[in-house]
């Protein structure tokens, strides 16, 4: 097993050992930061009355604690429903900054039956830090926190 596969065990693990959906998203952050170097800030956002709002999140305070549908990132992905991977910061227009040092950025959406209720957001202090192994290995944890809202 690599390391992604028995990360998303884990989860799988504490997704059944729990029914707050809370304690879930605090121990993924803390368990994503903790286990992957280039993973700087993990974070989740979660929507409500047509806003993003910040959720559980391990590493620095962020001012964006409130982000609307289609601005940023978090945003833009919360409008197309996708993934979004960026190498570099720098060329993106439709960016909000959380950290001078962050380089690279990583959002993938939770989708509750095609509907969108949040997404998982990692920043890296290292330019194209993320790949597609990343995106699946999020996608997956996506897909768990799905399911786990689905029954909970
Ligand atoms: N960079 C994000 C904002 C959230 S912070 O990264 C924590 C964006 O452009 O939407």
Redesign the pocket.
Same mark, same amino acid.
């Given at each position: 097993m690599d390391n992604f596969e028995m990360l998303i065990k884990t989860i799988e693990n504490k997704s059944l050992e729990t029914n707050d959906i809370n304690i879930l998203m605090e121990f993924i952050s803390r368990l994503l930061h903790d286990k992957i170097p280039y993973y700087d800030?993990v974070?989740f956002y979660i929507l409500k009355d047509n806003k993003l709002h910040l959720g559980p999140f391990v590493g620095k305070p962020?001012v964006?604690t409130v &982000?609307d549908v289609g601005v940023? &990132?978090?945003?833009t992905s919360a409008k197309t429903l996708k993934p979004i991977l960026v190498s570099n910061v720098i060329n993106e227009d439709n960016?909000?900054?959380?950290s001078p040092e962050?380089r690279s950025?990583i959002v993938v959406p939770i989708l509750i039956n095609g509907k969108f209720w949040g997404e998982i957001?990692i920043?890296s202090d290292t330019t194209d830090a993320f790949s597609e192994k990343d995106r699946q290995f999020l996608e997956n944890i996506s897909k768990i926190i799905a399911k786990f809202l689905n029954h909970n």
């Amino acid at each position: 097993m690599d390391n992604f596969e028995m990360l998303i065990k884990t989860i799988e693990n504490k997704s059944l050992e729990t029914n707050d959906i809370n304690i879930l998203m605090e121990f993924i952050s803390r368990l994503l930061h903790d286990k992957i170097p280039y993973y700087d800030w993990v974070g989740f956002y979660i929507l409500k009355d047509n806003k993003l709002h910040l959720g559980p999140f391990v590493g620095k305070p962020t001012v964006h604690t409130v &982000i609307d549908v289609g601005v940023g &990132i978090c945003g833009t992905s919360a409008k197309t429903l996708k993934p979004i991977l960026v190498s570099n910061v720098i060329n993106e227009d439709n960016y909000l900054a959380c950290s001078p040092e962050t380089r690279s950025e990583i959002v993938v959406p939770i989708l509750i039956n095609g509907k969108f209720w949040g997404e998982i957001d990692i920043d890296s202090d290292t330019t194209d830090a993320f790949s597609e192994k990343d995106r699946q290995f999020l996608e997956n944890i996506s897909k768990i926190i799905a399911k786990f809202l689905n029954h909970n």
